[in-house]
């Protein structure tokens, strides 16, 4: 089992600290992570200049660049050979909803789908790192069950685990994703220099939050397992635009 994992908190993040320690003796594992946090970084590709890899004292590698970086560059010619499962995390706060077409946690593991290899995103539900070995032990868990059923198809697992101590004993969840209320608005400050600066604002708060769903299962101490897919078109819309628009000269 030859195993590549990548996280969005950048290669000094307790969080992937904690998950590679939790998949010691799975078998072989590649870090590949970002220099810097790359937090909100979605699927974004580093096109504009040229990427360095570098070497920490503990083995890891480190890119100049996107969580996705790292990935496309690991299975395009780094590592040499082909992964069999492609890991990303733990991250610093919850990926559930609209959060996961920002987040490079996700963005990560979906790289490694792009690619035909299975691959799962770990997030804790709250941030600071609380209850972080229980959380990495969640992980092994899942990790060891989705090897023991087979690693066939490829899949791209989304899965966010609460901050508890009793994270091992939380029963598991198939969930799919909620929604968000629009984000809340930017925060408007002066530079030192008198220029307006904005920051994004914080997330909204859930409205689409009901049984079935991340933040149900999460909010009723379980952990959230969702299943995604990179297929964007509207099936459903596709007649009804077809007799608007096609045969237009």
């Not at 950048?10 to 790359?38: D, S, T």
């Not at 580093?46 to 360095?52: D, F, Q, Y």
């Not at 930017?186 to 994004?200: A, C, D, K, L, M």
Request: hydrophobic residues 40%.
């Amino acid at each position: 089992m030859r195993i590549l994992i990548a996280n969005d908190d950048g290669y000094l993040a307790p969080g992937l600290q904690a998950l590679v320690k939790a998949c010691e003796g799975l078998g072989q594992i590649e870090v590949i992570a970002p220099e810097q946090n790359a937090s909100g970084t979605s699927n974004s590709l580093t096109l504009g200049r040229p990427l360095s890899v570098f070497t920490a004292g503990n083995g890891f590698r480190y890119v100049n660049g996107t969580p996705s970086d790292c990935v496309h560059v690991a299975l395009t010619g780094l590592l040499g050979y082909r992964p069999d499962l492609v890991l990303s995390g733990i991250n610093n706060g919850a990926n559930m909803g609209d959060d996961t077409l920002y987040s490079g946690t996700v963005a990560a593991a979906t790289e490694g789908y792009l690619f035909g290899i299975p691959s799962i995103a770990f997030s804790q539900v709250e941030k600071a790192w609380g209850h972080l070995d229980a959380a990495a032990a969640v992980a092994r868990q899942l990790v060891e069950s989705v090897i023991a059923g087979g690693l066939g198809q490829p899949f791209l697992l989304n899965v966010n685990i609460p901050n508890r101590a009793d994270a091992t004993s939380l029963p598991w969840r198939v969930t799919r994703l909620g929604r968000r209320h629009a984000s809340e608005p930017v925060i408007r400050q002066q530079s030192p220099r008198g220029e307006t600066i904005y920051w994004i604002g914080p997330a909204g708060d859930a409205r689409e939050a009901g049984e079935g769903t991340d933040f149900h299962a999460t909010a009723g101490g379980e952990v959230s397992i969702t299943p995604l897919q990179v297929d964007l078109t509207h099936h459903a819309a596709l007649g009804a635009w077809a007799q608007r628009l096609e045969g237009h000269a």
